[in-house]
């Protein structure tokens, strides 16, 4: 935890704070008019009287930016006090947290009489501090604001600066009394609501009313009424040193109830998150920022006017005074120490930069209240900010808050510092009046109104003499007109005389046109004649061609005639008188006849063409039946390519079948061979035999001896022929065999060589595994070892990570912290002696015992942050996957779960165990096993993915959220207590994700049921499950869709109860918050 300052010497009551600063602030400002600052009591407490009195401020005060400037009352100025900062301290009653720890006594006590804090560090020693106010436990929210915050809102009216600010450690009640909204009961309204009161209730109608509300995130400036601006940078004004945030939004306020609308938007956009010490702990410096802008004059301003002083401008107008004051309400994100409060990941992060900031405004208040020449305003953004509110020209006031219990001593001590340093800071309040030039520009506008209006009207008058001049005009511009007119006519007169006699000319012009129409109709007779005279010669050509045919025709005639009178002699000798007499008529029916034929022989060549038109038909169909016979053929050649391609197959096995016949019947040949031998010796045998015979009977058989001798040649010549043809094919078959032979060698022998290198391959696999089982035996055998390495339990996911576990809740571990310092370390080193990816291999061993030790060891690697990117990176997570898909052992499925659980804790690997389907497997393995240990692994993974906003769509999809709840049907409170878990943190980053504006619509766990479950279970459960369950209950009532499902289900009933009953204070007041927030809900309780 940050201390409140960079010393920490305790300064005990006998040591009152001084007021002997120069009054330089931050910015080391000039003086100006000082103002009383009549502390919490009208006078303030005095510590102590050996005080030394601060130097007057009288003789270097002035005005800032003032038309005039006055001089207060003597007792004012002389008062050491005026200036002083005002330091009250409010003690938080005890909370649930503080009564359940009872071995921690109270460490604070109160005499408020005095004004005075006792510290107690043991029961026999104690510190007093005093204050300018110390309130107690039961003090009311009017009173802390009348003392405080009072003073500073009439002097903000008045036209000073002010700053109330309130600090202390997280969870000690800052935002409550400071911002608390109070919608329910006003009594129980804070500081900014009642000064905001108090300011609209104390200006007019020409006073203004500004406010800008932002936020200190992470060392960046953030609007809480415009969420989108962020990271806005801090002006500063060169002459003046005035610190702006000129890109925040201002907003004009004319009502309280626009002002609360206003605070409660800023609410909802502040980052806030679940610790430890406090629900909703604030992760940012929140800072309210009122504008008033008054018109100012008084009794001797009036009379100063009334002399025409400087007030006056060179024309003489009064030029009027305006006062302009800023109110700054700022209220801090709590210091805390990161082992109390939980804080990992982002949370931590945000811590660091919350208690640097804490830590640089400590530094600035301590070289402010020991006069130090440099102010190290530029640490942080914060003591840039606050530049005036301390050791500048604002009245400020600073309550600090602290807890009672002696658990917090060193916070709360620090705190109490905190406050006493600043009680040694020393403002120079000063009057900002500047003259009001709008409200001159404004009488200087209806002036010139006024003016414009009197030029009108002259020129209205002008206008009515310019029309009169226009008639008059108009009427010489008439007897003008008039005039032109008879011009006009007697022009038309003589117009329409040259129009006549442009006709009759134009009728002499017609006639001579007529004239020349009659010639060209004349000449176009003439062409007419040359072309019938063209037609007749052309007819004339065509009559002696026709004529020439004709007696080409005739000259056929004739030819035919005299073929027939040659023929037909002797017939036309008989009757030479009767075809004489016919011989006309038959000329002319021959001549008949020939037209007949000509007619008829053109018919014919019509209908060949006509048949050769057909047959040419007929040879196109045939063509196309021919191709279409060729895709047939191509069709069978296809089918036939494809029994070929079978025929070729058992052509293949033929061979194979041929080869081993032919290799059956070498041996057959063999064989014969040897027979033939056996044989061969026979007939040697024999023929010794007969050459016996032979010389025994050469004389009486020698004839037929010879002739058996013969045929035993013949027969030896065959036999030697056969055997010289079975030689040469064994020679083939020992050539062909020994060739056979030297390719099984080489085949042998690589075969030998992959043999040994697989052997060589399997001795040093077997070492490595060996080797990584002789040093995991040193690992724990304990199945659930690897999940005491880190707490799983996380409960802001969405910006950091979240874990499996909470050891202060479940499965607490009985090694020691050094224990399991020395555990961390010993799989350290195996990972550095073996290699990540050897361990990594053997998840694919076919050892079930050897699986099981490396995925123990993964799984505690996975537990820590530097690992987890490594074992990504080198493929362990699919691995992981993989046994969570297809291995069947428990052991395996238990510890590869836990360790997908730690690789869940980092915000990237939870993005890409969904990518690669992680959500789904997990679902699988919660439906296929009983085991109460893995079911509790496989919640704890969910759960932690639940807590990503961005992966609840796929969550809902792949099943795992219908999975996360079938898991609570075992009903193991270790299960339960993950599930609720989960439940939790899904509903608190929907929430959040609806307050930010992000999403709409009815929660997706409604339709699994979740609701039901978390109502049935919520009173059967442990203390830190039933804290998960009410967390749930209390996000998912948040959604105002989600409204109507509380009515029907019985939610509505036990969120009052959770608002009523719950252990945690900050559970109840949020579900008093959410019940205060839903319309419906204040309806049915109405109703109720």
Known sequence: MASAGTGRALHKSDRPPSSSSSGSGFHGGNAAVPKSNNGFHGGGAQPHS??????????????????????????????????????????????????????????????????????????????????????????SQKHVYEVVARPVVESVLDGYNGTVMAYGQTGTGKTYTLGKMGNDESSERGIMVRAMEDIIASTSASDTIEISYLQLYMESIQDLLAPEKTNIPIAEDAKTGEVTVPGVEIVQIRNLDAFLQLLQIGEANRHAANTKMNTESSRSHAILMVYIRRPHLEKEDKEIYQQKDSSTDRHGHHVPTIRKSKLLLVDLAGSERIDKSGSEGHMLEEAKFINLSLTSLGKCINALAENCPHIP????????????????????????????????????????????????????????????????????????????????????????????????????????????????AKTELLQKENAQLTLDMKDLLQELNGLREHGKLLLDDITRLEVTVKNTKFLEKENTRLKLELNDALKDLNCHKDHNNTMNDEVARLETNLKQSKQQQLENLRNQKMLAEVTQMYEEKIADLMKQLDNEKEVCASAELEIEKMKRQTSEIQMSMQKNQVKSFRYHKALAETTSMYEERIEALNQQLKDECSRAERIAQELKSTKELLIENQNSVQNSAEEEIKEIQMRLQEMHQLHAETVNETRILRRDYKNLESEKEAHKNELHAVKQALQVEERRRKQAETELLNVIKVVPESEDGFEEKKPYIHENTTKGTSALLNPQVSHKSSLSRETIISQRNTISKICEEVGLQKILSLLESNDIDVQIHAVKVVANLAAEDINQEKIVKEGGLDALLMLVESSHNITILRVASGAIANLAMNETNQGLITNKGGAQLLAKAAFKTDDHQTLRMVAGAIANLCGNERLHAV??????????????????????????????NFAKCESRRIMQGHWRGRSLLMDDGALSWLVANLNESSASTRRHLELAICHLAQNEENARDFISSGGLKELIEISEESAKEDIRNLAKKTLRLSSLFRGELRIA
Request: proline residues 3%.
């Open 955 to 984: 969550l809902k999809d792949d099943g795992a959220l219908k999975a996360l709840l079938g898991m609570a049907d075992s009903g193991n409170t270790d299960v339960i207590a993950q599930v609720a878990r989960g439940l939790a």
């Open 50 to 139: 050996s005080r030394a009195k601060a130097p007057p401020a009288v003789s270097n005060s002035r005005r800032s930016v003032t038309p005039t400037s006055r001089s207060r009352s003597a007792a004012i100025e002389n008062d050491p006090e005026s200036e002083r900062v005002r330091v009250a301290v409010r003690l938080r009653p005890r909370n649930s947290d503080d009564l359940s720890d009872m071995d921690y006594a109270d460490c604070v006590e109160l005499q408020p009489e005095l004004r005075k804090l006792k510290l107690k560090k043991n029961n026999w020693n104690s510190e007093a501090y005093r204050f300018d106010e110390v309130f107690t436990q039961s003090v």
């Open 377 to 488: 305003t530029r640490d942080s953004k914060l003591t840039r900010l606050l530049r005036d509110s301390f050791g500048g020209s604002a009245r400020t006031s600073l309550i600090i808050t602290i807890g009672p219990s002696s658990r917090h001593h060193a916070e709360t001590a620090s705190t109490v510092m905190f406050g006493q340093r600043a009680m040694k800071v020393v403002n120079t309040v000063k009057l900002k009046e500047e003259f009001d030039y709008e409200s001159l520009c404004r009488k200087l506008e209806t002036q010139v109104e006024h003016l414009t209006t009197e030029i009108d009207q002259q020129q209205k008058l002008r206008e009515n003499d310019k029309k009169e001049m226009e008639k008059k005009l108009e009427e010489f511009q008439f007897s003008s007109a008039e005039r032109e007119m008879q011009l006009v």
